[in-house]
């Protein structure tokens, strides 16, 4: 099938932004692990294995549609402490969720409905779920305090 370049060409962008989330969860994982911070490792890895699925999704409807995938993340830049990389995160998911909308108005105006269906629920997955989750850490921290908010995180994962 041959999809509208516009919407192709803007799948490709969202693809490099799916990868470029997964790397930061990624290196974000592994630097709580690396902290002691087991519970955050856990969770963030989660988040590194649902922006994979993300990134596949978006990469098998680029080559059904006829287009070439261009798989080189966007740029990034790795936090340095717990909170600068919880707020790294939310922001990546707030301009995913600024992305997805825009992407699937798009899809809209080319009539190209099952990809808006698909970015729908990529969309659902970083409001309810990524962003959400993100925005309550930072909310724990505001209210107990960072060093409460770490104590909380280190230890076996749940």
């Not at 994979?52 to 261009?70: E, N």
Request: net charge negative.
């Amino acid at each position: 099938m041959q999809g509208h370049p516009e919407v192709i060409d803007c799948l490709k962008e969202l693809l490099r932004g799916e990868l470029a989330a997964r790397d930061q969860y990624f290196i974000h994982s592994r630097q709580y692990e690396d902290q002691g911070f087991l519970r955050l490792f856990a969770r963030i890895g989660h988040e590194m294995e649902e922006e994979t699925v993300h990134a596949d999704a978006i990469l098998r409807r680029i080559l059904f549609l006829g287009g070439k995938p261009d798989m080189r993340p966007h740029a990034f830049e790795a936090g340095d402490t717990v909170e600068a990389m919880l707020r790294k995160d939310l922001a990546v998911e707030y301009q995913v969720r600024n992305n997805l909308r825009a992407a699937m108005a798009l899809c809209e105006r080319h009539a190209d409905y099952q990809t808006r269906d698909l970015l729908l629920a990529q969309l659902k997955d970083t409001e309810e779920d990524h962003a959400y989750w993100l925005e309550k850490q930072l909310g724990l921290i505001e209210r107990v305090g960072l060093p409460n908010y770490l104590q909380s995180q280190m230890g076996d994962v749940a």
